[in-house]
């Protein structure tokens, strides 16, 4: 089921989802002042971050909290194995609302599923796919999370291009992003052609080409304003 066209942009306005991505617990509060739907905590990125960190923020933060462990082969910091992912979320999920699964570790998925947290089912890559291969990605990611996201690098504009024909037809929701800084000014294009979810900073990015959550919103409003 792709996108449905007939509905106004605004419309898409209404549907898109700000998320801040934060690599210290120092940074939680300046997030959750931006008022995001959700915050997502870079465990990888993180030196330590305990259940008693996450009771403290759970006491006085309503917004949803997404748990995040990405392995250094799509571009974060975290070598282990599915079993050390495991240990290393587990004591912190009962705070979660949603959680970030690879495919690489996404055997414990039921599990997580077993404790009523909503699964982003993740895939990064350095390459550009091309139709097939994103489509079977995207059915992939499906088997085992509510929210597919798909993050890859386009390496000309007739990739931007692509990607966002890639978005539109998906079935939704899904979250399609880019890597890197040289076509960041996709990820607001990718939000108005369907993607559900954008990844945003509120003053340090966890990622090269992250907007900061105003700028985002301000993007989205002006490209926006006319519908
Ligand atoms: O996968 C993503 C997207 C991201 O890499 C970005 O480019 O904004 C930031 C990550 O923290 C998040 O888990």
Redesign the pocket.
Known sequence: MGWNHNRPLSWRWFQMKY?I?I?DLSQFDVAAAEDPWAI?L?LDLMEACTPADLQAIRSGWNGLLLL?I?STD???RFAGDADEWKRRIELLLPYADMV?IERRFSLHADWVRSLKKTIIA?Y?TEEMPDSDQFSLCEQELRTYGEIP?I?VSPKKNEDAVTLLGYTIEAEKPICV???GSGYAWL?PLLLVMGSGY???HAGN??????YHIREMREIIRLLLKSQ
Do not use: F, P, W
Request: proline share 0%; aromatic share 4%; glycine share 10%.
């Open positions: 998320i991505s690599n997502e870079r995040t990405r799509e571009g974060g970030d993740s990064h996201k993050v992003s880019i890597m990820r954008a990844y945003c990015a966890t990622a090269l080409g992250q």
